[in-house]
């Protein structure tokens, strides 16, 4: 479960959009001139991963549409509550892959950060929605033992900030994070792996920018868009910045029942990635977390899809279609 995020005492514009982010279904609703009883709440659902969503995202639903894929990702449905055989809290063996609280070492060269618990949106497919962000908190001691363990492997190469939402942290905490990791001579990429450019890209400001290119590592950023819809021109100028910094840009999406689930709709997410400068990369099977069994595809479809993909777009703008299997050595191709 996430923990809600305090802003006291801070007050970058990006910071005040997040703390005005909607967390009232029967507001949300009522935004999008939908009647209250338009979707079947989970209440119970709801009340263990709350609604969050900020304004600016809602503002790219469509009105009147209860189908609204963008809306299909953030409202506590009460198929939440379905509990299927299968479905677990932990579907990826992450409590399995942590050396030190926080840092999970899965995957040869990389490791990666669970920086923070906190997120800018809900997304009610994610798998990380019950994981004990408390008792995995790399933070709680300034990092230090985070640092210690990644500067202690060198065949470690690449850090990957994720969460949680690395980008809900201030820059001032992130650009030390940055600097110290720095400072580790067998790294030499710096991944980000967030969905802020997506769902606030207000927080691409003068002050992320400035620490992304003071560093000396290679800064790489994926981010997380499931439908073309999540692309307006809000994005479309966060995203030029990065690019502008040097930053290396992909995305990453989950295969979602109801969001994205025809070649028509990942065709056109792939195109418009394109546009605004970023490479489609993974395409997740949905990761089998309690909750979240009505977005799932089965492999089989999801091949399918992939086989139109294939047929109708150049081979740099089709995603890999990858499953994660607890233990093993990457993610799985399923191609
Ligand atoms: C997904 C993931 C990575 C990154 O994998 P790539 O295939 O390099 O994108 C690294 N560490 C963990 C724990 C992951 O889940
Ligand atoms: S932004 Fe990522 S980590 Fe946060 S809720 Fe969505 S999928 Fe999960």
Redesign the pocket.
């Known amino acids: 479960m996430l923990p809600r995020i305090s802003v006291s005492g801070q007050t970058a514009a990006w910071q005040k959009l997040l703390a005005q982010a909607i967390n009232s279904p029967s507001e949300l609703l009522e935004m999008l001139d939908l009647p209250a009883d338009a979707l079947p709440l989970g209440k119970l659902a709801g009340r263990q991963f709350a609604l969050r969503v900020p304004r600016g995202y809602v503002a790219r639903m469509r009105k009147g549409d209860p189908h609204d894929p963008l809306l299909r990702q953030v409202f506590p449905s009460h198929d939440e509550e379905i509990l299927l055989p299968g479905y677990s809290a932990d579907p ?1 063996g992450d409590l399995a ?1 942590m050396p030190v609280p926080g840092v ?1 070492h ?2 040869h060269g ?1 490791a ?1 950060l669970v920086t923070t618990g906190a997120c800018a949106i809900h997304c009610r497919y994610c798998f990380r929605r019950h994981f004990p962000y408390s008792d995995a908190n790399p933070a709680t001691h300034d990092w230090d033992t985070a640092l210690h363990y990644i500067a202690s492997d060198t065949t470690i190469n690449e850090v ?1 900030l994720s969460g949680g939402d690395p980008l809900v942290l201030p820059d001032q905490r992130l650009a030390s994070l940055a600097q110290r990791l720095s400072g580790i001579p067998h790294l030499r990429r710096l991944r980000l792996h967030t969905r802020l450019p997506i769902v606030l890209p207000e927080r691409v400001d003068e002050a992320l920018l400035d620490w992304l290119q003071r560093s000396r590592l290679k800064i790489v950023m994926v981010i997380h868009a499931n439908h073309a819809n999540e692309i307006d021109t809000s994005v479309t100028t966060a995203l030029s910045l990065l690019k502008r910094a040097g930053v290396t840009l992909f995305n990453q999406s989950v295969l979602l029942r109801g969001v994205n689930d025809t070649a028509r709709i990942l065709a056109e997410l792939s195109e418009r990635l394109f546009e605004v400068n970023v490479i489609p990369y ?1 395409l997740h099977l949905l990761d089998k977390v309690q909750g979240a069994s009505h977005f799932d595809i089965p492999p089989a479809q999801a091949q399918q899809l992939m086989q139109e993909l294939r047929n109708c777009l150049p081979g740099y703008l089709v995603p890999r279609l990858v499953h ?1 299997r607890a233990g093993a050595p ?2 799985l191709p399923r191609y």
């Open positions: 990826v892959a999970l899965k995957y990389r990666l990957i993974y994660e990457s993610k």
